[in-house]
């Protein structure tokens, strides 16, 4: 036999030692799934045994077999989600997470795609609520899942069904669980995110809403308020543009309002700025008169820039 044909022989026989052997990453190539495969049957079999009689630990034991050994069984895919209900009924959320997701990718094709979707969005929505505890320090006791990883498995589903309604559950929960961690500007831009991705989404509106608050809260915090005012009132026009008639339409439409009053108040404060503290006095003339001219949307704000004013040109016509 010549060289050739031994390296085509051993190179075939690598191929036909792959299911037995080892696993493989990705989704299996057309036609190289078996048609059949006894082995893996009477494993499957073997395990549901095992599942009905309570005996978890033989149970996982014998899907791994599947799972690492025979890969490319046509029931490959159930074999997978079998052993991610296992691990979940062992309360070992992470590897029952890897699991589902092992069979999402590396079975795309699968009819069980959706069922270790929802098993995944459902274990991190748990978590994001604090239902999932976890062993810490050996065993001593129990916490929430770490919130990077709580995140990390939402940021998944996310990827995994990107134009999908799940997609859009997995999103909301994530800005909303950004928001219970305090990282208000990571939420709102998910938020954004989702709006922009799914505009026909039950959550939309919603997302529009928290974008516009999340930007309207954070006017009090460093130098950017007038900036963050004016986002939250494009945001807030922004809703009602996206979803005219709906049952916030109002509310927005008052925070609208609310912004625009903020923006002309803000407007006073650096003029007072300018006038006490920088001594531009030009510069604080000018934003009194800006004040004055919308006296309609903040009276108030108009009124104390017209008590200023007087002092504010006095002192720049004395400067020049």
């Not at 995110?193 to 516009?212: H, N």
């Amino acid at each position: 036999m010549s060289k050739k044909a031994v390296l085509v022989c051993m190179s075939a026989a690598a191929v036909l030692a792959l299911p037995m052997c080892q696993e493989f990453d990705g989704p299996p190539a057309a036609g190289m799934v078996t048609s059949v495969d006894p082995v893996a049957d009477a494993l499957l079999a073997k395990a549901r045994e095992y599942r009905a009689a309570g005996k978890l630990g033989r149970e996982i034991d014998t899907l791994k077999k599947v799972a690492l050994n025979h890969p490319l069984a046509p029931h490959a895919d159930e074999a997978r989600l079998m052993l991610g209900k296992a691990y979940e009924r062992k309360k070992d959320y992470r590897e029952a997470f890897t699991q589902y997701g092992k069979l999402l990718d590396r079975y795309p094709q699968s009819p069980l795609y959706t069922e270790a979707l929802n098993s995944q969005l459902a274990m991190a929505m748990a978590a994001a609520q604090g239902k999932l505890k976890v062993p810490v320090m050996g065993g001593l006791w129990k916490s929430d899942m770490e919130a990077s990883k709580v995140i990390e498995w939402l940021r998944a589903i996310i990827d995994k069904a990107p134009y999908n309604d799940m997609s859009a559950t997995a999103s909301s929960i994530l800005a909303g669980y950004l928001v219970d961690l305090k990282r208000d500007e990571e939420a709102r831009m998910e938020y954004a995110r989702l709006v922009e991705k799914y505009p026909d989404s039950v959550y939309a509106p919603g997302a529009q809403l928290m974008v516009a608050e999340l930007w309207a809260n954070s006017r009090t915090r460093g130098e950017n308020n007038l900036v963050n005012i004016s986002n939250a009132r494009e945001a807030y026009e922004e809703f009602n543009l996206r979803f005219p008639g709906h049952k916030d339409s109002a509310k927005a439409q008052q925070q609208v309002s609310n912004m625009k009053s903020l923006l002309v108040k803000q407007q006073l404060e650096v003029g007072k700025y300018y006038l006490n503290r920088s001594r531009e006095y030009t510069s604080a003339v000018f934003c009194f008169e800006d004040v004055i001219r919308q006296r309609a949307v903040n009276p108030a704000a108009a009124k104390e820039a017209e008590g200023l004013l007087a002092r504010a040109r006095a002192l720049a016509g004395s400067k020049k």
